[in-house]
């Protein structure tokens, strides 16, 4: 089974997903996937050609805090990014959910975004209350505009949940949040 995950920034995907783990599925992060992606030479060299040397660091590697003010501050310059990384998420994700015989959960933010549904055979979005989400964000740092503008670029929270086949409320404790994941094993996971 492969299990798309998703749910807005600030929900607390990631942390389902180690309950997810920890219940013996197979994790797939695919922010993961897109670093590896933005910091391949293929990758690098489009960025360079569009944007200069300036989105680099030292180290020769695309600085992501850079790059996101860049994207989520100019909606084309977003789709672009976006043309460079997703073929190539989409193709390792594919290759890394093969063995039919492993419970997947993909961890996907823009699943409903780009049009991914019919890869899942289920679909979980983690949801939280606006107010516990603005909190989560600004502990990472994230200003009050980052955060308006990150989630702006995101299909609605609501519009999320409408889509999913279940939802995972994250507003409480962990051991709630743990308790959920367990039901959504218990009730769809193959064995």
């Known amino acids: 089974m492969v299990i798309g995950l998703t749910g807005g920034i600030g929900c607390g995907k990631s942390a389902a997903a180690a309950f997810f783990a920890e219940a013996g599925c197979r994790i797939i992060d695919t922010d993961q996937l897109a670093r590896e992606v933005l910091n391949s030479p293929a990758c690098i060299e489009k960025l360079v050609r ?53 419970n997947y959960v993909v961890e996907i933010p823009l699943l409903f975004e780009k049009k991914l549904a019919a890869d899942f055979d289920l679909i979980v979005c983690v949801a939280a209350s606006d107010t516990v989400r603005l909190g989560r964000l600004r502990t990472r740092g994230l200003s009050d505009d980052d955060i308006h503008r990150r989630i702006k670029s995101q299909l609605t929270l609501v519009e999320k949940v409408r889509l999913s086949d279940v939802v995972i409320w994250n507003d409480g404790s962990l051991e709630f949040l743990h308790a959920q994941v367990g039901s959504v094993i218990q009730d769809y996971a193959r064995a």
């Open 50 to 102: 569009r944007w200069g040397r300036d989105c680099l660091g030292s180290d020769g590697l695309p600085m992501r805090p850079w790059i996101a003010s860049k994207v989520f501050a100019d909606e084309d310059e977003r789709l672009f990014l976006e043309s460079v990384t997703h073929p190539e998420v989409t193709r390792m994700r594919k290759e890394a959910t093969r063995d039919s015989a492993v």
